[in-house]
């Protein structure tokens, strides 16, 4: 029996994929970065032991999917989107959760980093519509520090959903003094621009609403005291894509 560890559930999203969508947070993430909003979703073991795990979040694919059923008229120009977290830590149910929504006639989105690009990683491609790709930083130096993790499997993984002609939206977070200079926003822009299967780029104001989650696990917030993106230095990290049509 293939089970899925569930963060939270969300019926009504309008910001992770066209249309109206069910979206579905996976427990899990290998990555830790400065500016996550959603640090609850980084550990797949709460204690760290298999058998103290709380086992109240493990679902079924057709036990999920029959909870998606439910809300399948409001969906219907949208769609489930599944994110996390890292939902390529789990895929197995994840492959099989996006099988049963194809057979349903429901439209797929996987939010990812790509940082996990193994061969079960790549099969649940086979089940997905769309890829929200979410490209921290092109810069090799940089994207350690971000993340805790080096970058190369993110861009590995845009060279195949290129390859398989998976349409894909790239999200980047705009940091202050971290991601926002016009250098950077230039390359990114200008690396992404090539790649015919992207179809747009959302650019994401950093911002502290998450800082709270971070107190609440007796953890500090490793960005404190940077403030939120302004609104003139997103409007120029959207005008320097749009040179390169994005």
């Known amino acids: 029996m293939v089970l899925g560890r569930i963060h939270s559930i969300e019926s009504f999203g309008t910001v992770d994929g066209p249309g109206i969508r069910f979206v579905v947070f996976m427990q899990g993430c290998p990555l830790r970065c400065l500016y996550c909003h959603n640090p ?81 990683a790549l099969e649940v ?28 499997n993110t861009l590995h993984f845009l060279d195949e959903l290129e390859r398989r002609q998976i349409p894909v939206w790239i999200r980047h977070v705009v940091v202050p003094g971290l991601t926002d200079d016009d250098a950077s926003l230039e390359a990114l822009a200008r690396y992404i621009s090539r790649y015919k299967m992207v179809q747009k780029a959302e650019l994401l104001p950093y911002h502290t609403m998450g800082a709270y989650k971070y107190e609440a696990q007796g953890m500090e917030y490793p960005l404190k005291g940077v403030e939120p993106l302004s609104a003139e230095r997103l409007a120029n990290a959207k005008a320097i894509f749009k040179k390169y049509g994005l």
């Open 40 to 120: 609850d979703t980084w550990e797949k073991k709460r204690d760290g032991s298999e058998k103290n795990r709380d086992t109240s979040h493990f679902r079924e694919p057709g036990d999920l999917l029959a909870e998606v059923l439910r809300y399948k008229n409001f969906i219907a120009k949208g769609g489930v989107t599944v994110t996390g977290g890292e939902p390529l830590l789990q895929p197995a149910f994840l492959k099989e959760f996006f099988r049963l929504c194809r057979e349903n006639g429901i439209h797929t989105a996987l939010d990812t980093s790509g940082y996990i690009c193994s061969a079960k």
């Open 125 to 152: 491609l086979e089940y997905v519509d769309l890829v929200l790709l979410d490209i921290k930083t092109i810069d090799a130096e940089l994207h350690p520090r971000l993340t805790g993790v080096g970058g190369e």
